[in-house]
């Protein structure tokens, strides 16, 4: 794709510490986000710029080994390692949300690290508690812990953070959205001009950069986007362990294959669902992070059936590849039920599993080019 505004986003990707410098070398205000669930509209209210913890597949995660028990997948371990080795040192405040068990007890060794080690960089700690079960009670309690919330960071800010300027957030980051629904759309086509690959990179752009700028370059971007060339490949759709970064997408559209679509953390989840812009803003915001698609192990296997095959059946994908990390057993619970369903439907499945993070293995490449050559002819049958 040869775009100038995607060359700046697709380098605010790949270079996304740099980004958050250049923010703090300014002196403004940047707090680093660990789970899915942090509300990015209240830190956007409040002038900060919210980022996303990224991990290193390059780098050996030595210091997290040390202080964190076998049980931790390697994606976790990684951005674990980012933290405590100080590559996140810049950051004012670190919050972690409870998505995830591992967020969980990541956000347990991070506040006794700062304990019992005072001079490890690790940033200030905040536990963003929030609830995925389906009920009343649920999204009573995630109101009073927004609410919560927002007192917090206005301590940090020292600035009061008004329904009027909660509601400009909302729209701003709906706007956002909206946008990269529109690049999505060219990303699904029956002539797509946005690979998957390409489509990852910029949602993770939005998780380094100031809104506006972003959006700016976004807008640029569709306008540009609509004279691309058609792209060629087999439409597949990816689930299984968030992709913080393009090794496994380039290893499978490297192999004829495009990815249209995926539902983990990383991906399009992350932007799918708007806030709705005519009730409370905490309402709004609320409900869109309590009543979207949940990631594994915050609903029923059922639920997760249901989703997976409503996001493939949108994505117009004619195959599905799961790749899950070592030790990430969550999203294995689902697979059975989930296979069975869309065999059901005629869609084949590979899966991928126990493999390491940051590194695509030559058996792994194989296997790929056979699937997805097996599904260009209609012959595979897993």
Not at 152 to 181: A, D, F, P
Request: proline share 5%; net charge negative.
């Amino acid at each position: 794709m040869k775009s100038r505004a995607y060359e700046t986003l697709k380098q605010a990707y790949h270079c996304n510490i740099q980004n958050v410098i250049e923010w703090k070398n300014q002196g403004r205000y940047v707090v680093g986000c660990m789970g899915s669930d942090v509300p990015e509209e209240v830190l956007i209210a409040a002038g900060i710029l919210p980022v996303y913890v990224f991990g290193q597949p390059k780098q050996d995660p030595i210091l997290a080994k040390r202080y964190l028990e076998k049980g931790f997948d390697p994606y976790t371990l990684s951005q674990f390692e980012q933290v405590v080795t100080g590559q996140y040192k810049m950051l004012d405040r670190l919050i972690i949300s409870n998505s995830s068990d591992a967020m969980i007890r990541t956000y347990y060794y991070l506040r006794a690290i700062r304990k019992m080690e005072p001079h490890m960089p690790v940033p200030p700690l905040y536990f963003f508690d929030f609830l995925h079960s389906p009920y009343r009670l649920s999204g009573v309690y995630n109101r009073d812990r927004l609410k919560a919330f927002i007192r917090e960071v206005e301590g940090w800010t020292g600035q009061e953070i008004t329904k009027q300027m909660l509601y400009e957030s909302i729209v701003l980051c709906n706007e956002t959205r909206k946008l990269l629904h529109q690049l999505n759309a060219l990303r699904q086509s029956p002539a797509p001009k946005i690979s998957g690959t390409q489509m990852l990179e910029l949602i993770g752009a939005l998780m380094v950069m100031p809104r506006e700028q972003y959006n700016q370059y976004l807008s640029e971007l569709i306008k540009e986007a609509n004279n691309h060339e058609v792209l060629q490949g087999v439409p597949v759709f990816v689930t299984g362990s968030p992709q913080d970064h393009t090794l496994f997408y380039e290893a499978v559209e490297g192999c004829g294959a495009i990815i249209t679509g995926e539902d983990h953390e990383m991906g399009f989840r992350h932007v799918k669902d708007l806030v709705d812009e005519k009730v409370d803003p905490i309402d709004g915001i609320v409900d869109r992070y309590h009543l979207r698609s949940p990631i594994s192990a915050q609903a029923t296997v059922s639920r997760r059936v249901e989703d997976l095959l409503n996001e493939v059946k949108h994505s117009n994908a004619k195959a599905v590849i799961f790749y899950i990390h070592q030790k990430h057993d969550a999203i294995s619970w689902d697979y059975p039920s989930q296979r069975k369903a869309l065999e059901a439907q005629g869609i084949p499945v590979l899966l991928l599993e126990n493999q390491p993070y940051g590194l695509i293995t030559d058996e792994v490449k194989e296997k790929l080019s056979e699937f997805i050559n097996s599904v260009k002819g209609g012959q595979y049958v897993g």
